[in-house]
C-alpha cells in the first residue's frame, strides 16, 4: 500500500517562506512522477509543480510548474529519502489553500497530462498553507 504523508505546512506572512516536504512509502520511489496540487476554499485542484521519475535534482527539463507559481515555487526530489519537496518563496495570501501531495506512474511528462488530476494514482491527506497580510 502506497502511503503519501505531507508535512511542513502552516501561517506565513505575505513574501515569507515555507517548504513543503512528502514522503512516500509502500512504493518504488524513483519510478514515480512526483507532483503538488493545492485547494483553495471554493476552488477546483490547482495544479503547482512536478518533478520527473528518477531526477535527481530539479531543472528547467525535469521540472514543470504551473504559471501562478513560476519564479516563485521550486520542486525538488531526495530518491534516498523517499521526499519531494516544495519550497514556495515570495508568498501572497492567494496562494493559500491545502497542499496535497500525489504520485504518478505515467511517463508522459508534459503540462497537459500532469494538470489532470486523473492522471495521478496516490494522494497524500494535504496540509494546509496560509498566508495572511
Known amino acids: 500500500q502506497v502511503q503519501l504523508v505531507e508535512s511542513g505546512g502552516g501561517s506565513v506572512e505575505v513574501g515569507g517562506s515555507l517548504m513543503l516536504s512528502c514522503t512516500v512509502s509502500?512504493?518504488?520511489?524513483?519510478?514515480?512522477?512526483m507532483g503538488w496540487f493545492r485547494q483553495a476554499p471554493g476552488k477546483e485542484h490547482e495544479f503547482v509543480a512536478a518533478?520527473?521519475?528518477?531526477?535527481?535534482?530539479?531543472?528547467?527539463?525535469?521540472?514543470v510548474k504551473g504559471r501562478s507559481v513560476q519564479g516563485r515555487f521550486t520542486i525538488s526530489r531526495d530518491n534516498a529519502k523517499n521526499t519531494v519537496y516544495l519550497q514556495m518563496n515570495s508568498l501572497k495570501p492567494e496562494d493559500t489553500a491545502v497542499y496535497y501531495c500525489?504520485?504518478?506512474?505515467?511517463?508522459?511528462?508534459?503540462?497537459?497530462?500532469?494538470?489532470?488530476?486523473?492522471?495521478?494514482?496516490?494522494w497524500g491527506q494535504g496540509t494546509q498553507v496560509t498566508v495572511s497580510s
Open positions: 518533478i520527473k521519475w528518477g531526477a535527481r535534482a530539479t531543472d528547467r527539463t525535469d521540472s
Open positions: 509502500g512504493g518504488t520511489f524513483n519510478t514515480y512522477t
Open positions: 500525489a504520485a504518478a506512474t505515467t511517463r508522459f511528462f508534459v503540462p497537459h497530462v500532469l494538470s489532470t488530476r486523473a492522471n495521478w494514482t496516490y
